[in-house]
């Protein structure tokens, strides 16, 4: 009878406990931000926009030329740089960790034809970074269109969000700005759908580009379920890490979400050490922007790749050494293949890590520009020898450019055979080669990646693809999804697959370049395999099962017929990663990163429930099993 009574008077303090965890707790809990209401400009005012900072040259004046509804509109103009535009500060009006829709209407003015971005800045220090939220081509004739996306906002002291336009002199307007909480399901995918990362198990690693928001929900669910290696989209390059000072090393961000995927037994690929794009400007440059002398440069990168590449030893399986140092179009390849570099200067296509190498070069010794990829392998391999360690590229199916990164390999390889600080005379210094594979449905031919393969299959070092999209459209022209356009991104996606499995025995890694169409960088042309909801589109079923998938088994998904396969036509240059603008202070967007509640907050399931009664509030707490642990390293001799 006592025990009863105990018993009821314990349920008796629960059932109060949690009565009081009603009252108490939304007393204790922030309060939800309301909605941004629509800014539509009609009380004469820029309602709070301004240009992106003291360097950004953009005017705002509220118009009445035209307007998408009602009277006014901003008209932007003055624009001096791609980044430059219209921004709103946001962080004392969104709540953190919630997701939001984001619409604005803009109209072009000048020139006829351009690339509109609605991104998001978080941070305003040396943590700071740039998130495309959604992108659209448009013309002058096609008049007001909408930009609208999703975004998941972190907890920061400082965000904006801002619309920019890649033609650093267009004049644009915008009118009827909302922000308001999302409705409806949100992201969610189907956890009953076959993780890809098991049925290639037996081939190679299947893998993504995460952001930060990656690692919360449903999202990180999908993560979870079907990728077992990952790739930092921003937060492992030169200037997420190297800060914008000497020595400000910044690891804040990344290592919590290290930490994350090695408990979940994901494994890392480190993307990326060297690049001539998004690096800080200590690394090779003085103050007033003109490069320093080889032995500075020198110093700088064996100092910073000391730090980062020696930080992360043990945690990454490979890295990414040296990124896109060849021109972006090599048609024929040249017999020196140095000449096909990108080389000092300060255009697109230049490098200042080859213009800070050659400056003090001993040409009569033989020194050239070019001894900074060297360099940059050799003190990659003294840092962390148990990575493997890559040289990565895009338009990397040209004859020409596939060649003299083949000649470029090799060559290299037989240099450090005889390198005194070479320790593992079997072992091959560039022992990866990146097919960053960028592709577009207009103008993709899988043979070029075959002859790709079987090319660099011949330097003996393993192959990787390691940014896999393919967007719809052609180069600076995507196109909407319709249904047609998905059935040939879809089988474009099976036939590169069906190339893959065949190449297994070098290829040891395939990332595709995102979780979803709205977050990633070419959202525009709707590249990859789930939509901006989570929902599985055709080319999910031609990765899963591409023999099957262009057998016709999955025609019923869509009620389509797979017909003939895609006509492919002579192909053009993918675009490349986004380059950075000449202001340091604001490099435009690239890979879309957004960022999750913290990381306590994590799901995790095959786990027991644990219940934790806290004053006045009841805490669910789980904690769980991790995935299969994968380790691959080819190491070729």
């Avoid at 009602?70 to 980044?83: K, Q």
């Avoid at 794009?277 to 700088?300: C, F, H, I, Y």
């Avoid at 020196?336 to 080859?354: E, I």
């Avoid at 040209?398 to 593992?424: F, Q």
Wanted: glycine fraction near 8%; aromatic fraction near 10%.
């Amino acid at each position: 009878m006592r025990k009863y009574i105990k018993i009821k008077q314990w349920i008796t303090y629960f059932l109060l406990i949690i009565m009081l965890a009603a009252v108490i707790s939304p007393a204790l809990s922030p309060a939800a931000a309301a909605d941004l209401e629509a800014m539509d400009f009609e009380d004469g005012t820029t309602m709070g926009f301004t240009a992106r900072n003291e360097n950004d040259t953009s005017v705002l004046t509220v118009t009445d030329e035209m307007a998408h509804s009602g009277t006014y509109s901003i008209l932007v103009t003055g624009r001096s740089a791609g980044w430059n535009g219209p921004s709103i500060n946001v962080e004392d009006d969104i709540e953190p960790g919630v997701q939001y829709t984001i619409s604005v209407w803009v109209h072009a003015k000048t020139p006829d034809r351009s690339n509109f971005r609605l991104s998001t800045q978080i941070g305003n220090d040396a943590n700071v970074t740039y998130h495309n939220i959604i992108q659209r081509q448009t013309t002058v004739s096609e008049g007001w269109v909408e930009l609208t996306g999703t975004y998941v906002f972190p907890d920061d002291d400082y965000i904006t969000i801002y619309i920019e336009n890649d033609a650093s002199s267009a004049e644009f307007y915008i009118d009827d700005v909302s922000i308001a909480q999302t409705t409806g399901g949100g992201f969610s995918f189907d956890s009953s759908l076959p993780s890809l990362a098991e049925v290639y198990k037996d081939y190679f690693l299947i893998g993504s580009a995460y952001s930060r928001a990656d690692f919360a929900g449903q999202r990180f669910e999908l993560v979870r379920h079907h990728f077992n290696v990952m790739t930092a989209g921003n937060y492992m390059k030169p200037d997420a890490l190297g800060g914008r000072e000497k020595g400000a090393y910044n690891f804040a961000r990344i290592d919590p979400l290290i930490d994350i995927l090695e408990d979940e037994g994901i494994l890392s690929h480190g993307h990326t050490l060297v690049w001539h794009s998004q690096s800080p400007d200590w690394l090779n440059k003085n103050a007033d922007g003109t490069v320093l002398t080889r032995a500075e440069a020198r110093a700088n990168m064996q100092e910073f790749i000391n730090t980062v590449a020696g930080h992360f030893a043990g945690r990454v399986i490979s890295w990414d050494v040296v990124n896109e140092a060849f021109q972006t179009s090599v048609h024929t390849a040249p017999s020196d293949w140095r000449s096909a570099l990108r080389k000092g200067g300060t255009s697109n296509d230049s490098s200042a890590w080859f213009g800070a190498y050659e400056n003090g070069a001993d040409t009569d010794a033989g020194e050239s520009g070019a001894d900074y990829i060297y360099d940059a392998f050799v003190f990659t391999r003294l840092a962390d020898p148990g990575a493997i360690l890559y040289y990565n590229d895009f338009n990397e199916t040209e004859a020409g450019k596939r060649e003299v990164i083949a000649k470029m390999t090799e060559e290299l390889n037989e240099k450090w055979k005889t390198d005194p600080r070479n320790t593992e005379p079997d072992r091959l210094l560039i022992e990866g080669l990146g097919l960053q594979a960028h592709y577009w449905t207009d103008s993709l031919d899988v043979r070029d990646v075959s002859d790709t393969i079987n090319r660099w299959k011949r330097t003996g070092a393993e192959l990787s693809i390691t940014e896999l999209d393919i967007p719809m459209g052609s180069w600076n022209n995507y196109k909407s999804m319709t249904d047609a356009l998905e059935m040939t991104q879809a089988r474009f996606y099976a036939e590169l697959f069906i190339l893959f499995k065949r190449n297994a025995d070098c290829i040891a890694r395939v990332t595709i370049w995102g979780i979803d169409d709205a977050t990633s960088w070419r959202s525009a042309g709707s590249p990859l395999l789930f939509e901006g909801d989570g929902t599985e589109k055709l080319a999910f079923y031609a990765v899963m099962d591409p023999e099957g998938f262009l057998a016709g088994d999955y025609n019923d998904i869509r009620n389509t017929e797979s017909g003939e396969p895609p006509v492919t036509p002579a192909p053009t240059p993918p675009a490349p990663e986004p380059t950075p603008a000449p202001q340091e202070t604001l490099p435009p967007p690239t890979q879309d990163e957004t960022t999750p509640p913290p990381p306590e907050e994590m799901p995790s399931d095959n786990a027991m429930p644990v219940i934790f009664i806290i004053v006045g509030a009841i805490v669910l707490v789980t904690g769980g099993a991790g995935a299969a642990y994968y380790v691959i390293k080819k190491r070729k001799g």
